[in-house]
Nanobody, 119 residues
């Protein structure tokens, strides 16, 4: 079973940047696509960025050009570089894995990391 530990969130002003990290356990990490998801208060969790095990990426329209997803298979770690943050990016951010390009998140969700964008 793969487990995820997200980190790197915090409070940032609009226009600022954060880099999220996701450490994953399990030897099957390399077999799946990885995704970053977020859930804002009162809203459903949504996929914001995904990366296949071959390096293909896709992004939600709301964050295109501002966020970049990457992965380091040797470290079983995924990253989300977030630039030009907006108040509407405020949410709890989670990572998970799934078959590409389904990316619904097939494993147990971690605790997530809170990102708050506010002046």
């Amino acid at each position: 079973q793969v487990q995820f530990v997200e980190s790197g969130g915090g409070l940032v002003q609009p226009g600022g940047s954060l880099r999220l990290s996701c450490a994953a356990s399990g030897t099957i990490f390399r077999a799946y696509g990885l995704g970053w998801y977020r859930q804002a208060p009162g809203k459903q969790r949504e996929l914001v960025a995904g990366i296949s095990n071959g390096g293909s990426t896709n992004y939600a329209d709301s964050i295109k050009g501002r966020f970049t997803i990457s992965r380091d298979n040797a470290k079983n770690t995924a990253y989300l570089q977030m630039n030009s943050l907006k108040p509407e990016d405020t949410a709890v951010y989670y990572c998970n894995a799934d078959f590409w390009p389904t990316m619904k998140g097939r494993f147990t969700w971690g605790q997530g990391t809170q990102v708050t964008v506010s002046s």
